[in-house]
């Protein structure tokens, strides 16, 4: 079993509306949560990270955690064209020494 | 301006050659990562490193190299031996105090004919 699990997509919405990208984890002593955005060609940019259970916004992204549930999820507001990317889930212990990445969920934003 | 660069963006190899692809930071970490992507796939761990002169194999580094002499720089050798080296190549860094969260450079594109 995978670490770190996402739909790899691809996930469609329109211009506007609110993109709601999931992830799984196996590991329980899973701590800290973070999620990458990666255009094409470019390298990942890391744009939100969560440690606590509950909602983190930034923005027009919200960060939700459900360690009980081994549960991660990215929520873009008001979705805009050049959100279309690819978005990866990451997962690492307390100190950071073991860290996974998902295989990433793929979205398009149509204008 | 604090950050990770990678050179050359884009390299391109005959094979049989052993190529060196350049990391290097500014930001005082003391750990750093190479990873692989290839097209629509994840990124998979090759080598990462801890502190200077010590580095662990990840997942996939079989003909693969590393050193780590400085803490600034972490240079990676695809080695001949590597049966399919095209693929673009990721390096990040990350503090080994305070948040765990890897940061990385622009990557590296190589390919080999």
């Known amino acids: 079993q995978k670490e770190v699990e996402q739909n790899s997509g691809p996930l469609s919405v329109p211009e506007g509306a609110i993109a709601s990208l999931n992830c799984t984890y196996s590991?329980?002593?899973?701590?800290?949560f973070f999620w990458y955005r990666q255009y094409s060609g470019k390298s990942p940019e890391l744009i939100m990270s969560?440690?606590?259970?509950g909602d983190k916004e930034d923005g027009r992204f919200t960060a939700q955690l459900n360690k009980a549930s081994q549960y991660v999820s990215l929520l873009i507001r008001d979705s805009q064209p050049s959100d279309s990317a690819t978005y990866l889930c990451?997962?690492?212990?307390?100190?950071?020494?073991?860290?996974?990445f998902g295989t990433g969920t793929s979205l398009t934003v149509i204008p | 301006d604090g950050g990770i660069t990678q050179s050359p963006k884009y390299l391109f190899r005959k094979e049989g050659q052993n190529v060196t692809l350049s990391c290097e930071q500014n930001?005082?970490?003391?750990?750093m990562y190479w990873y692989r992507q290839d097209p629509g796939q994840g990124l998979r761990l090759i080598y990462y490193?801890?502190?200077?002169?010590?580095?662990q194999k990840g997942d996939i580094a079989e003909g693969y190299s590393v050193s780590r002499e400085k803490k600034e720089s972490f240079p990676l050798t695809v080695t001949s031996a590597q049966k399919n080296p095209t693929a673009f190549y990721l390096c990040?860094?990350?503090?080994?105090?305070?948040?765990?969260?890897?940061?990385f450079g622009p990557g590296t594109r190589l390919t080999v004919t």
């Open positions: 990040a860094s990350r503090r080994t105090s305070g948040s765990p969260e890897q940061y």
């Open positions: 590991d329980r002593v899973s701590q800290s």
């Open positions: 969560i440690y606590s259970n």
């Open positions: 990451a997962v690492s212990n307390l100190n950071g020494n073991q860290f996974y």
């Open positions: 930001l005082n970490h003391d750990a």
């Open positions: 490193s801890q502190i200077v002169n010590d580095f």
